[in-house]
Nanobody, 120 residues
Framework: QVQLVESGGGLVQAGGSLTLSCAVSGSIFSINAMGWYRQAPGKQRELVAA???????NYADSVKDRFTISRDNAKNTVDLQMNSLKPEDTAVYYC??????????????WGQGTQVTVSS
């Protein structure tokens, strides 16, 4: 089994900052891509940022130059530093990882979600 535990969400004023963290544990052989998605009320879940095992990053246009994704391969964690937050960033944020377990099977896992609310 693979578990993802997210932390760091909350309420912040527009222009403020938050950092989301996701810790991955369990029966893991390797962690491949890691990322953060978000889902606002009435909208589809969308990719916010992703990072490969080699450190290559990809961002949604709406968060470029404001958000930074990083990972610690030794600790099996992925963080999302969010600066200059806007009310439209309000959503439930989900951690997502592609994990290879010791048997060689690869699958995608999701965190439980953490609420980020940005007030105007």
């Amino acid at each position: 089994q693979v578990q993802l535990v997210e932390s760091g969400g909350g309420l912040v004023q527009a222009g403020g900052s938050l950092t989301l963290s996701c810790a991955v544990s369990g029966s893991i052989f390797s962690i491949n891509a890691m990322g953060w998605y978000r889902q606002a009320p009435g909208k589809q879940r969308e990719l916010v940022a992703a990072i490969t095992s080699g450190g290559r990053t990809n961002y949604a246009d709406s968060v470029k130059d404001r958000f930074t994704i990083s990972r610690d391969n030794a600790k099996n964690t992925v963080d999302l530093q969010m600066n200059s937050l806007k009310p439209e960033d309000t959503a439930v944020y989900y951690c997502n990882v592609d994990v290879t377990i010791p048997s060689g099977y690869e699958d995608r896992y999701w965190g439980q979600g953490t609420q980020v609310t940005v007030s105007s």
